[in-house]
């Protein structure tokens, strides 16, 4: 199978999640939120769980897409809290929070669509992921489908832009 196309089709997963919700951001759907969507794959390419950032929804300040995702996939593993040999796909570069969750989970790869330059810990302004004084580093692949990704978070913030200012 070519390796590229197994990405393009994780990221759109994750953007499946984005647009739809799934989880606790089904419980209490909010327009507020960012659409942000996270999937969770094992190592055999199975969906595992995946989530729509719900910070809004839940009044959570770390109810982002990715702790949602891994979160809901830890419990489907089977492996305690560990998701080694898992791939985790979301549609924007994670943030600092994120970045350390996945790493702190196992996961063994992080495939993302947009870059996200003011808050990305993935590569963008920090690189928490492959900080070479871990010893647990993901493979990182950035830049999946950004096109598509992009999109939807230049419509949600044309939109929003009448309430934030
Ligand atoms: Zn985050």
Redesign the pocket.
Known sequence: MNPSQDDESAVREALRFAHRGSGAGDAHPSDADVP?GAAVFDADGRLLAGAR?AREALGDP?A????LALRAAAAEHGDGWRLTGCTLAVTVE??????G?LVLARVDRVVFGAWEPR?G?AGSLWDVVRDRRLNHRPEVIGGVLETECSALLDEFFAAHRGDAG
């Open positions: 942000i950032n770390t982002h897409a990715e702790v994670p943030c600092t929070m994120c970045a969750a808050t810990a």
